[in-house]
């Protein structure tokens, strides 16, 4: 597994334009509708990158902080969050009990999750809420290929996710009103895999994949081939709970 913060440094100058998900407002609008913040919320929004999820929060709540490994990817961060702290998710630098809310978009697929989920829990405050949104496979049928897929495009990754995987570990954590809620991502692959951090052989093995996919899986996702790009309906899950 290729260390995630060697990964983003190669990743960071292309990452705001890498995917369709990476600059999709509707879906930005849906995780922020689904936190429940207020004017007075102190928000963290952990693996915040070029902080796209933050820029969403800024100036319309109290207070937002950024939380990464990725110094690089901070410096493509301009004025969307009120501070920007490096430190893994699963040791935080902060208080108990600190937040109204945490969220995250695409982080914990390179987390040990039994570090991060305990660690989201300590630092949100009682009644605060937890919105978490991650790529996963659609079930059993497309789990195979989604997952070797993803092993391509990032070689970084540690957990690869099934759609009610975030929730069932929120639960455990003792969070209540576990929900999920999903969110299909149209992506381009061309766009999807040329994220500067991979090899052409990665980019070409997905390609192939994608050709030699039984069609089980290219009617799960939809799969287009057009214009010598390849079309793939990708899921999201939203994790959302209160703690
Ligand atoms: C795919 S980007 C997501 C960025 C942003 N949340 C977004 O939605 O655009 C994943 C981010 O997770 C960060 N990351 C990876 N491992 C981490 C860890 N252990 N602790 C904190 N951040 C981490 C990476 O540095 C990277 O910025």
Not at 82 to 94: N, T
Not at 108 to 135: M, Y
Not at 196 to 214: F, H, K, T, V, W
Request: contains cysteine.
């Amino acid at each position: 597994m290729e260390n995630a913060a060697i990964h983003f440094k190669n990743r960071a100058q292309k990452y705001n334009h890498s995917s369709n998900w990476v600059e999709d407002q509707a879906l930005i609008n849906r995780i922020f509708e689904l936190s429940g913040v207020g004017t007075e919320s102190l928000v963290l929004d952990i693996a915040t990158g070029t902080g796209l999820i933050a820029r969403r929060f800024y100036g319309r709540v109290k207070n937002v902080t950024g939380l990464d490994i990725s110094p690089d990817m901070a410096k493509h961060a301009d004025e969307c969050m009120d501070e920007i702290i490096f430190a893994p998710y699963e040791q935080m630098p902060f208080a108990d009990n600190s937040f109204d809310a945490v969220v995250c978009r695409q982080g914990l697929q390179f987390a040990e999750l039994d570090k991060a989920i305990p660690e989201i829990h300590r630092v949100l405050k009682p009644g605060g809420t937890v919105t978490l949104c991650h790529l996963t496979a659609y079930n059993d049928t497309d789990r195979e290929l989604t997952f070797a897929i993803q092993k391509l495009r990032n070689p970084a990754r540690r957990n690869y996710l099934m759609p009610h995987d975030i929730s069932t570990c929120l639960q455990k954590q003792g969070f209540c009103d576990v929900a999920d809620t999903e969110y299909v991502t149209p992506e381009s692959i061309n766009k999807w895999i040329d994220n500067g951090a991979i090899p052409q052989e990665n980019m070409d093995g997905i390609r192939e994949l994608y050709r030699s996919a039984d069609e089980a899986f290219k009617q799960i996702h939809h799969v287009r081939f057009a214009d010598g790009d390849i079309l793939d309906d990708m899921l999201l899950m939203i994790a959302t709970g209160k703690k």
